[in-house]
C-alpha cells in the first residue's frame, strides 16, 4: 500500500512564499518521477513542476523563476518551495508520484496521487 502524503499549504499574501511537502511511503521499488499539479476551481489539473529519479527538472512556464523543485532521496520525499506568490497561484497543490514495482521477476510502473492541499494567495 503506497501513500503520498503532503503538507505546507496555507494562506499567504502576495509576495510571500510557501513550501510543500510530499513524502512516499510504503512498499515499491523506486521512483521515476515526482510531480506537482494544482487545480484551480473550475479548472483542469495543471502540471506545475517534476523532478525525475537523476534529478532533472520541469516547469510550467507560469512559474518558472519563481518555483524550485527538489527531492530528498533517503526520504523519498519531494518539495516545492514557492517564492514570490501570486493571487493566480491559489488553487489545490496535489503530489503526485510515478512509482517502479518489482513482482514475480516483472518490473511495472504505477501512478499514485496525494490528497490535495490547499494553497491561497490574497492581494
Known amino acids: ?25 510504503g512498499s515499491f521499488f523506486s521512483i521515476n ?4 499539479y494544482r487545480q484551480a476551481p473550475g479548472k483542469q489539473r495543471d502540471l506545475v513542476a517534476a523532478v525525475a529519479s537523476g534529478g532533472s527538472t520541469t516547469y510550467a512556464d507560469s512559474v518558472k523563476g519563481r518555483f524550485i523543485i527538489s527531492k530528498d532521496n533517503g526520504k523519498n520525499t519531494v ?14 497543490y496535489y503530489c503526485n508520484a510515478d512509482l517502479q514495482h518489482y513482482s514475480s521477476g516483472v518490473y ?7 490528497q490535495g492541499t490547499q494553497v491561497t494567495v490574497s492581494s
Open 1 to 25: 500500500q503506497v501513500q503520498l502524503v503532503e503538507s505546507g499549504g496555507g494562506l499567504v499574501q502576495s509576495g510571500g512564499s510557501l513550501r510543500l511537502s510530499c513524502a512516499a511511503s
Open 33 to 36: 518521477v515526482m510531480n506537482w
Open 79 to 92: 518539495y516545492l518551495q514557492m517564492n514570490s506568490l501570486k493571487p493566480e497561484d491559489t488553487a489545490v
Open 108 to 114: 511495472y510502473s504505477k501512478q499514485y496521487w496525494g
